[in-house]
């Protein structure tokens, strides 16, 4: 909704922005033309220029639709994120060490992805640096501190998600009663 609320577009052009936007959600290709569909039928979005295929017909959000995504744009809750995440769905039904071995290759291969994510961000960041896309810390407006702000907490999000996820196959492997408290401290 947020692609078409910034400006009109195609569900293949819907579909591109997402990529672009979000590259690391691992949104399948679909998922434009059902949300597209959905939030028309809501009444959120309108066909604004008929195309010769429905991928190619025009949408942008109607008054409804604005005011939908900015009540939902400033709806946040006072407790934490919700935590659901698959991984640990598939670790309560581990059921035999064959099982844990299979889940620990696994979490091996996204620890390494989450590194490498890392990385690539770190590329990005420091290219958008370079071609002075984030212009100077004084002079930023609020759309270059927010871009910036985006790109930095990319490149984190990504190692400590990795750095979790080494934690976790660690203490699955050897827990040796260690701990990390809040302030980082292994206890023991």
């Known amino acids: 909704m947020g692609l078409l609320v910034q400006r009109s577009d195609t569900i293949n052009g819907v579909r591109s922005r997402l990529e672009e936007k979000f590259a690391g959600a691992g949104w399948s290709t679909t998922v434009a033309y059902g949300a597209v569909d959905s939030l028309a039928e809501d009444g ?3 066909v604004a220029a008929g195309g010769a295929e429905r991928s190619l017909h025009v949408y942008e959000a109607t008054e409804e639709g604005v005011g939908w995504f900015r009540r939902w744009l400033s709806d946040f809750s006072a407790g934490p994120p919700v935590l659901r995440d698959a991984l640990r769905a598939k670790l309560e039904y581990v059921a035999d060490e064959r099982d844990l ?3 620990l290759a ?5 620890e390494e992805a989450c590194f490498g994510e890392s990385e690539s961000a770190h ?4 290219r958008a640096r370079r071609r002075g896309e984030l212009g100077s810390a004084r002079s930023a407006g609020w759309e270059v501190r ?6 930095s907490d990319e490149v984190l999000w990504w190692r ?3 750095r979790r996820l080494k934690r976790l196959r660690e203490n699955l492997e050897d827990p040796g009663e260690r701990f990390e408290g809040p302030d980082g401290d292994l206890a023991r």
Request: proline share 0%.
């Open 123 to 126: 590329l990005r960041l420091n």
């Open 44 to 46: 959120y979005l309108r």
């Open 101 to 103: 071995q299979v889940v």
């Open 160 to 162: 400590d998600w990795g």
């Open 106 to 110: 696994a979490i091996r291969e996204q």
């Open 146 to 151: 927010l871009r910036f702000a985006l790109m």
